[in-house]
């Protein structure tokens, strides 16, 4: 294995083998009991190396993946981030993944800390670089500016192709926590990542920052779940342009960004220059967005905000229950990109505690609110009075199954065509699940009492 500063740190357990030469013991017939090794990764991987799902891998550091090297994680691993020392996992572009894991035997990352003891931002995440373009002024980026050190996760280029490998059936929990004020790593941060890269079926719990945060990149993913996390669940910038289908954010009212808004999506394009070819539009689908109410705390926003030089298809989806409104444009230019059709809004559901939809900064593009709200009306959205008449059959926070009732207005709704006529699986329903909960098995709602 060429694993810089690889060392394992062996558990010995002792078992105790009880007999009589005149009886037999009730416990011959019980399993052993199995304790895993436990080896640290740490430095760098730098060329093929393959874990081992018999064994626990604790995160010490940036575990960095190096160019032209690969990391297989089979199915039933499970992987900690030390909280010591800001465990992360980086791919570096060049570098791939491959974590398979299964409906019934996923992969899981997580706190290093005890049951019950495991916090939000108890480790740093998991990010993963590729050769796909970003807009900036070269093409080209650094994480957060450089803030996590010196040719550490650069990304960006002209594959819009790349393969970075295989991510599916993923959880990442209490992970994401800030390196400086206003940069952080978050649960999965996705940095000019192609769409030769596969990502699927991936949860993550208890963020710090972002669930899943794209910085640029085209990658395609779908059955992503973001759950519970301090920030903004789904946040798009610098060009990303990609499709996702099948999408959960569920916002919990006690938990939020306390120097910022927390939102279900933020969408916008800080990249300099700012060429209006290239800009953030992400083509989104059957997304089901669980805002926390009016009862949570003030830092919690729009479920989905369309920001700063931003354009965003939002389609075929159940946008409920935000604190302020279901859907936000912010200043002219995203507001004027909705109006003019090059951002679509259409065929969703919505519910807002303040109002459906919301402006800021815009007079030109909509007189108002009501004009926004006329304007979405003729594209297929559906406002329903409350959540519950959503249809959904549970959105407790400890145990949500958001499967759709036969009296549901999202039965029936969804339409494929534009933007959505290709790379989509065609469902009737909007919203991320019909009759089917595709979260049983793999997902966990009780991340903090999971015994690993």
């Keep these: 294995m060429n694993l810089k500063n690889f060392k394992n740190y062996f558990i010995v357990a002792a078992l105790a083998t009880l007999a009589l030469s005149s009886c037999k013991s009730k416990f011959d017939d019980e399993d052993p009991i199995v304790v895993k090794q436990e080896v640290v990764l740490e430095g760098q991987i730098t060329s093929t190396q393959t874990l081992d799902a018999n064994k626990t891998y604790l ?45 019934t035997s996923p992969i899981v990352f997580t706190s290093d800390q005890t049951v019950n003891s495991r916090n939000i931002g108890d480790w740093s995440g998991v990010v993963i670089c590729g050769k796909a373009p970003v807009n900036t002024a070269d093409g080209t980026g650094t994480y957060e500016g450089g803030v996590l050190g010196a040719g550490i996760a650069e990304y960006g280029g002209t594959v819009a192709n790349d393969n970075s490998g295989i991510f599916k059936y993923v959880r990442i929990e209490f992970a994401g926590i800030a390196i400086q004020t206003d940069k952080e790593i978050n649960s999965l941060t996705l940095c000019g990542v192609g769409n030769g890269t596969q990502i699927d079926h991936v949860q993550v719990s208890f963020g710090g920052d972002d669930g899943f945060e794209f910085f640029g990149g085209t990658v395609n993913a779908t059955h992503l779940i973001a759950y519970r996390c301090t920030d903004d669940d789904f946040d798009f910038d610098n060009g990303y342009n990609g499709k996702l ?13 306390l120097i910022g808004t927390s939102r279900g999506i933020e969408d916008e394009n800080k990249g300099t220059p700012f060429p209006s070819s290239f800009i953030s539009r992400p083509v989104i689908s059957n997304f089901t967005f669980i805002g926390p109410s009016t009862s949570s705390l003030t830092f919690h926003g729009a479920n989905v905000h369309f920001g700063l030089n931003s354009k965003m298809v939002l389609a075929n989806s159940i946008i409920v229950n935000a604190r302020t409104v279901a859907i936000e444009a912010n200043t002219e230019v995203p507001a004027g990109f909705i109006k003019d059709g090059s951002s679509i809004i259409s065929d969703n559901i919505v519910f807002g505690n303040t109002a459906n939809y919301g402006l800021k900064d815009v007079t030109v593009a909509f007189a108002n609110v009501a004009a926004f709200d006329a304007f979405a009306l003729t594209k297929g959205n559906t406002a329903v009075a409350s959540l519950s008449a959503a249809g959904f059959t549970s959105t407790s926070l400890d145990n949500p199954v958001l499967t759709i009732s036969s009296s549901s207005a999202a039965n029936n709704k969804a339409k494929f065509t534009g933007d959505l006529a290709t790379g989509f699986s065609v469902t009737t329903f909007a919203g991320a699940m019909g009759t089917t909960d595709w979260t049983t098995g793999w997902a966990s709602w009780s991340p903090k009492t999971n015994v690993y």
């Design 245 to 257: 289908q099948y999408g959960i954010s569920i916002k919990d009212p006690n938990v939020a960004d």
């Design 59 to 103: 995160l010490r550091g940036y575990v960095r993946v190096m160019n032209n090297a690969s990391l297989t994680i089979p199915a039933g691993t499970l992987l900690k981030g030390e909280k010591n020392t800001k465990g992360a996992l980086i791919i570096e572009k060049g570098g791939k993944i491959f974590a398979n894991g299964t409906a």
